[in-house]
């Protein structure tokens, strides 16, 4: 009977959890003009163009210095995302950097890193969809441990994530309690590490 009790209790508070999550996502867009910064990153996944295409219209209203593309398809060729980006050729070929190692979220946030400590920047905004983007700053906080890198959040909108009754669209329900479970992970693992080998780690620096 205890562990009904329990397991009811925890299902009540992850649902609401959820509610919060989906709350958030769908506030989150139209996102405001965000301040200019250093450099912008896309992160690539699904509806990838947007994300692209969103990330250059940035670079060409003069709020970063350059774009860098995270996650492209080794396939995929420079002429093939300027073709998606839609970026007039001149500021694409000065301006866009492609990086293909990233593979997941992870390798996103360790790919950025490593741009943005090359480039020596110190802020960032970074563009992906509305649903992805709680879990992919908590990734590039974990790796960006520079104190003076500013993140700014502009996140690209999932329409079907935009309907008050979003819960009854199965595509849009499997994707936002997909995506909340990954970041609870995620959420879960910087907890650990914060009190074991990542809080050690930082009192070594100091």
């Not at 397991?7 to 769908?26: H, K, S, Y």
């Not at 946030?109 to 490593?114: F, L, P, S």
């Not at 741009?115 to 790796?143: F, G, N």
Request: aromatic residues 6%.
């Amino acid at each position: 009977m205890k562990a009904a009790a329990a397991f009811l209790v925890l299902a009540i508070i992850w649902l609401a959890g959820l509610m919060a999550f989906a709350q958030r996502v769908r506030d989150s867009t139209p996102a405001p003009p965000p301040e200019r910064a250093d450099g912008v990153v896309a992160l690539t996944g699904a509806n990838s163009a947007g994300r692209i295409a969103a990330a250059v219209g940035l670079l060409e209203d003069g709020l970063a210095r350059r774009v860098l593309v995270s996650g492209v398809n080794r396939r995929a060729s420079r002429e093939d995302i300027r073709a998606v980006s839609r970026a007039a050729r001149r500021l694409y070929d000065c301006c866009v950097d492609l990086g293909f190692t990233a593979a997941d979220t992870v390798g996103n946030a360790r790919e950025t890193a490593d741009w943005a400590k090359a480039m020596r920047y110190h802020s960032l905004i970074v563009v992906t969809t509305d649903y992805h983007m709680p879990r992919a700053m908590l990734e590039l906080r974990a790796v960006l441990h520079e104190p003076e890198m500013r993140l700014q959040a502009y996140p690209a909108p999932t329409p079907a994530l935009k309907t008050r009754g979003w819960w009854r669209n199965p595509r849009a329900a499997r994707l936002l309690v997909t995506e909340y479970c990954k970041y609870l992970a995620i959420l879960g693992r910087e907890a650990v590490l914060g009190l074991g080998p990542r809080a050690a780690a930082e009192q070594q620096k100091d």
